[in-house]
C-alpha cells in the first residue's frame, strides 16, 4: 500500500470509529453475550450457571404461554400489516387526487406518528373504555360496544385498531411514490381505453412495489417487536389473550429475572423474524418491479 493510500486507510477508520465502536460495544458486544445467557440460568445477581440448550427445550417443549405469546404475535402481524398496507394505499391515492384542502388532509393523516406511541396508547385506553367515545359512537347505531380490553376475544381487534392509527408514515412515502409517477404512462393508457380502476391496477400499484415492499418489511418487524401498546394497555391480559414476545421477553428478564430465559426468547424471536423477512425477500422477486430492471 502506498503512502498515500495508507493515510486515506488511517483517516477512514479515523471518522468511522465512533460508529465502530458504538457497533461492537452496543450491538455486536451485547448479541454475543446474549447469545451466551440463554444457555446459562442467570438471575442477573449471582453468577450464571451453564445449562446449554435447556431454555429452548423448555421453551418449546414445556412453556404454553410461549406458544401462546407467538400466537398472538404472528396474529397481530399478520393483520396488522396488510390492513396498515391497504389503509395507507388508500388514503394515498385519495390524497393524489385533485381535491380541496389537501395539504390539510395530509398533515391530519401524518399527525398521528408524531405524537408519542405512550401518549397515543393512553388515549386509546380512554377511547376503548366501556364507557369510552367508541362504543358510545356504535351505541348511536344501536350496537352494543363490548370491553375492548378486557375481553379475550376483542382485545387483539383493538391492538391491530391502535396499530392502524399510525398509517400515516406508510400512506407519506405511498404519496411520494405517486407523485413520481411518469404521467405518460397514464396518458397512453387512456388513448387505449384504459380507465381509471384498470390504470390502478396495471399502472400505479405495480410502480409503487418497491415501497410497498419497503412498507411490508418495516410493519413485519415493528409488528413482532411490538411491546409499548401492550404493556401500557393490557401488560399481557386478559388471560395472555394480548401476550406478545416482547412482553414476555420483558417480564421473564426484568419482572422474574430469568435472563438466560428471556435471552432464548429474545434469539428465537430473532429467528422467526429473519425467516418470515427471507420469505418476503424470496418472493419479491415475482411482485416487486424496478425501473431499472431490464425485462
Known amino acids: ?24 460495544v452496543f450491538l455486536l458486544g451485547p448479541m454475543i453475550a446474549s447469545i451466551y445467557i440463554s444457555l446459562t440460568d442467570w438471575d442477573s445477581f449471582t453468577a450464571p450457571k451453564w445449562v446449554g440448550l435447556d431454555n429452548y427445550t423448555r421453551l418449546l417443549t ?10 398472538n404475535t404472528f ?14 394505499l388508500w388514503l394515498a391515492n385519495l ?12 398533515t391530519l393523516i401524518y399527525l398521528p406518528t408524531l405524537v408519542p406511541l405512550v401518549a397515543t396508547a393512553m388515549i386509546f385506553k380512554m377511547v376503548l373504555a366501556p364507557s369510552g367515545p367508541l362504543n358510545g359512537a356504535l ?19 383493538a391492538l391491530i385498531l391502535l396499530s392502524v392509527w399510525g398509517a400515516g408514515a406508510a400512506t407519506v412515502l405511498l404519496l411520494a411514490a405517486m407523485k413520481g409517477i411518469p404521467r405518460e404512462l397514464y396518458e397512453a393508457a387512456e388513448v387505449d381505453g384504459a380507465g381509471p380502476v384498470r390504470q390502478f391496477w396495471s399502472i400505479t400499484i405495480p410502480q409503487l412495489t418497491p415501497i410497498i415492499f419497503f412498507n411490508l418489511i418495516m410493519g413485519l418487524i415493528g409488528a413482532f417487536q411490538v411491546f409499548s401498546q401492550v404493556y401500557i394497555l393490557t401488560k399481557g391480559g386478559p388471560d395472555n389473550a394480548s401476550q406478545m414476545m416482547v412482553p414476555l421477553l420483558f417480564n421473564e428478564a426484568f419482572s422474574f429475572y430469568h435472563m438466560g430465559y428471556a435471552s432464548a426468547i429474545s434469539w428465537l424471536l430473532f429467528a422467526v423474524i429473519l425467516v418470515f423477512t ?6 419479491a422477486r415475482r411482485w416487486v418491479f424496478y425501473e431499472t430492471e431490464v425485462k
Do not use: H, Q
Open 139 to 157: 351505541g348511536v347505531f344501536g350496537i352494543p360496544g363490548p370491553s375492548w380490553l378486557l375481553e379475550a376475544m376483542w382485545v387483539k381487534p
Open 95 to 106: 390524497l393524489n387526487k385533485g381535491v380541496r384542502f389537501r395539504k390539510l388532509f395530509r
Open 75 to 88: 396474529y397481530y402481524a399478520a393483520v396488522s400489516v396488510p390492513l396498515g398496507l391497504v389503509i395507507g
Open 278 to 283: 427471507l420469505v418476503a425477500f424470496r418472493t
Open 1 to 24: 500500500m502506498s503512502r498515500l493510500r495508507r493515510r486515506e486507510a488511517i483517516w477512514f477508520y479515523l471518522f468511522a470509529s465512533p460508529w465502530i465502536i458504538g457497533f461492537v
Open 62 to 71: 414445556e412453556d404454553p404461554v410461549f406458544w401462546k405469546a407467538l400466537w
